[in-house]
């Protein structure tokens, strides 16, 4: 037993020196930030489309900035019905998924929207392409 009791003795003395020794270097200054995300706008089903980024995966090489992720967006576009049928709004929420990629500032993005299944037309997915700002 006391064969042990001196290396236990030093092995635990050596690890509280030397975690003692980072507790001393200093931190680092608290940066303030205020949203981290992008602005897109775009054009996807004879509509456009504003989005500001939302959950992603992100991969990220300075300055390239890789995202796959959730768009919660708002969709513009406006519905061709019928002389006195009623219309929705031009301005709908909406949520995509999609890719973006960023390089400094300058973002592109390939969206996918679903939109549901109507009297008129069946649901299909479609695909658009946006460009914005990367803050």
């Known amino acids: 037993m006391r064969k042990l009791f001196k290396p236990l003795i030093t092995l635990v003395s050596s690890l509280i020196l030397s975690n003692a020794g980072w507790a001393q270097t200093p931190a680092p200054k608290p940066v303030l930030v205020a949203w ?9 089903d004879k509509g456009a489309f504003i989005n500001f980024g939302g959950p992603c995966i992100k991969f ?5 900035v890789i995202t796959l992720g959730m768009l919660p967006s708002l969709r513009i576009k406006e519905d061709k019905v019928a002389v006195g049928a009623k219309k929705n709004s031009p301005v709908t929420p909406n949520l995509g998924a999609g890719v973006s990629f960023a ?6 993005q390939v969206p996918v929207y679903y939109n549901a299944k109507t009297a008129a037309a069946d649901g299909r997915w479609n695909i658009g392409v946006g460009a914005g700002y990367r803050f």
Do not use: T
């Open 103 to 108: 390089y400094k500032h300058l973002a592109l």
């Open 60 to 64: 990220v090489n300075k300055p390239y």
């Open 36 to 44: 981290d995300g992008m602005v897109i706008a775009g054009y996807v």
